[in-house]
């Protein structure tokens, strides 16, 4: 039909081709692009011998995931075809940019260089229905394509170790020498980019010194985010394996919670072909973090990023070209931009969703309620401008709710933290996984939580994994009308309680009189909690425990609020216990610590194992034993103190005390 030539070398050498496009196979080859499904046109590979030659190889396949048949060979005829002249450089020349021809209704690109020893790459197809990925999420795997980690650990382990800077075509031999699939070839360029290439902070601050060549970005072993695609989509190409840069804009450092993107595309990454589909991925951020600052980079490999599910990859990536968001249905960029931010430790620490899922929340009332979901038990913490003190979370067994309660108008930065609640996690801290601004209209006055109230609030899985089970209040706030409240739980270990209260302000209480406004019952595996309130307003009720046998400190396990309006309130502490008092033995009367001056106060306490009881007035008094009860009366005449003692042997001759009573003055 014609000849078309392209000579701008005079040491090329010029090789007539003769290209046949049948009529029914344009029509085919057109509607495989309508479907973003361009491999229908794809004529034979080429495969280099060793020697900078090419050898035509058969064709791969022509569908996504379907095996291509083999189209057999047509006879040349002299109208047949469109001939046309392409041009093959030797190795040390330029290589020229690709030549697109235009082939009827379908195109074929010719790429006008070789590299010595690699199996030449077809250029990208576009993405079609075969890599569409739904979203939502839909929670089952965090990336796109079953992974096994530990079987690629060999092959990470030697990446890593790989040290070859003197050419990218050197650097991708020898990481393919442990590579067998299309997977671990991808894999083993992903580990070595991640962990030898850094973020350049200086050239991001000065882009007209910076070149994003992969053998620039090689020998320097830096750069920006356009130099970490670029290496990466060349050293795909070499190892055989389809991949592109993409561009678009990120929620990456110095993003804002509801910014919105204009302008040109801030970020790159890239896309590879695996196993029949397009996958994504990011070696930028797989490689570490810069500071606040943007001065420090800092190496911190991220798994998360290596081909990552699309609909997770969409949170912070958004391609300027939305048919690589590998989605269906796309998001608009509005849509992206409103989206709620969920950063990689929010995945790899198994959380699912959060509620609500727009990056700003509006109060209510003064309240503003924040939920998450997840796969088991995970730890959190949340900062309300860098505070915990105006909120209420507690924790779920899938989850945690927050309640929060800011005490000024205006707008509040809240950041959820997350880490695993398991003690041996090797990374046992927080990190942060939810950014929220709060837009505060008004303040609920009432609820100001006492600077003590740790956080979560009240009993949960982890507080049952700690030994105390069936609490009798599960709600994490106890509101008593007459100042007094009574907790039960079931004690599944051989532990002690240690407890406390606590108020707020200037009415605050001292560490011994906060122990004695509690009074523990035990009785077999069960604990009771009474609580007295000195006075009307807001308290914490803090629970500690530690092994019976374990000569240590008590360890913090969790806290309630308590909550009392009647100003009338003003009960007096229980009385004081001294070391000989056991955990097992029980007041039943007085419960008061502060006994009424001049009077007969009748005595029950019940206690085992013991010889003889007696009550130290300005008089002693003796108890009877009755029932496995000590009973009997003491009168407070004339003293400021009622000791309660007890004989443990009837053959010695001493005494210990083991309650001691105040008597009000007159």
Request: proline share 5%.
């Amino acid at each position: 039909m014609g000849t078309m030539d392209f000579k701008t070398d005079a040491s090329a050498v010029t090789i007539n081709l003769l290209l046949i496009v049948r009529p029914e196979e344009a029509a085919s080859k057109e509607k495989g692009q309508r479907e973003g499904q361009t491999e229908g046109g794809r004529g034979a590979g080429s495969k280099g011998d060793g020697n900078g030659n090419s050898r035509s190889q058969a064709p791969q396949g022509t569908g996504l995931n379907d095996p291509c048949e083999q189209t057999p060979p047509i006879p040349a005829g002299p109208d047949k075809g469109t001939q046309v002249t392409v041009e093959i450089h030797h190795e040390d020349t330029t290589p020229q940019l690709i030549k697109r021809l235009s082939l009827g209704k379908g195109s074929q690109r010719l790429r006008g260089h070789d590299n010595k020893g690699f199996q030449k790459t077809e250029a990208p197809r576009p993405p079609g229905a075969k890599d569409l990925h739904a979203y939502p999420w839909d929670k089952s795997s965090l990336k796109s394509m079953p992974v096994d980690l530990q079987q690629l650990e060999k092959l990470d382990a030697y990446a890593l170790k790989v040290n070859v800077t003197n050419s990218v075509e050197e650097l991708v031999k020898a990481l393919l020498k442990q590579a067998r699939t299309d997977l671990e070839k991808v894999r083993a360029i992903w580990m070595w980019i991640c962990h030898h290439i850094e973020y350049d902070v200086v050239g991001y601050h000065n882009k007209s010194q910076l070149s994003s060549k992969p053998r620039d970005v090689l020998q320097m072993g830096k750069s920006i985010c356009e130099g970490y695609a670029e290496l990466f989509e060349h050293m795909c190409s070499l190892a055989g394996i389809q991949c592109k840069k993409l561009s678009g804009h990120a929620k990456g450092h110095g993003y804002k919670t509801g910014q919105t993107f204009t302008g040109d595309s801030d970020h790159a990454w890239n896309a590879v072909y695996l196993e029949g589909r397009w996958h994504l991925l990011d070696s930028t951020w797989g490689s570490g973090s810069v500071d606040d600052s943007f001065t420090k980079f800092t190496y911190r490999y991220n798994e998360f990023y290596f081909l990552t599910h699309p609909a997770l990859f969409i949170n912070n990536h958004f391609p300027d070209n939305s048919n690589w968001q590998l989605l269906k249905p796309t998001l608009t960029l509005k849509e992206f931009e409103n989206n709620m931010l969920h950063n990689s430790n929010f995945y790899t620490l198994g959380l699912l969703a959060a509620r609500p899922d727009t990056p700003i929340i509006r109060t209510v009332n003064g309240k503003a309620s924040v939920s998450v979901d997840c796969r088991s038990g995970t730890l959190f913490m949340f900062k309300l401008k860098g505070t915990d003190e105006h909120g209420l979370m507690t924790l779920k067994k899938h989850g945690m709710e927050l309640e929060i309660y800011p005490q000024k108008t205006g707008s509040h930065k809240l950041e959820i933290f997350a880490k695993p609640s398991k003690a041996e996690a090797a990374d046992d801290v927080y990190k942060c996984v939810l950014e929220y601004v709060v837009e505060c209209e008004s303040v609920d006055k009432a609820m100001r939580f006492p600077k003590e109230l740790h956080q979560p609030v009240g009993p949960s899985w982890f507080s049952e994994r700690q030994g105390f089970l069936r609490p009798s209040h599960s709600q994490p706030i106890l509101h008593t009308n007459d100042g007094r409240c009574s907790l039960t739980f079931t004690l599944s270990k051989d532990i002690s309680v240690l407890t406390s209260l606590h108020a707020d302000g200037s009415s605050s209480l001292s560490e011994d009189m906060g122990r004695r406004h509690v009074l523990q019952i035990h009785r077999r595996n069960q604990i009771e909690l009474k609580v007295h309130l000195p006075h009307a307003g807001n308290f914490v009720l803090k629970i500690y425990s530690k092994k019976k046998s374990d000569p240590g400190n008590y360890d913090y396990i969790f806290n309630y609020l308590i909550r009392c309006l009647n100003t009338e309130v003003k009960w007096p502490a229980f009385p004081q216990s001294y070391s000989k008092w056991l955990q097992d033995y029980e007041i039943l009367e007085p419960l008061s610590g502060l006994l009424p001056a001049n009077r007969n106060v009748q005595f029950k306490l019940k206690m085992h194992g013991i010889a003889k009881v007696l009550v130290q007035a300005e008089n002693t008094y003796p108890l009877s034993q009755n029932k496995g009860c000590w009973e009997g009366t003491c009168n407070t005449s004339g003293c400021r103190e009622v000791f309660v003692m007890v004989h443990e042997n009837a053959n010695h001759s001493f005494y210990s005390q083991v309650l001691k009573y105040e008597v009000e003055t007159q």
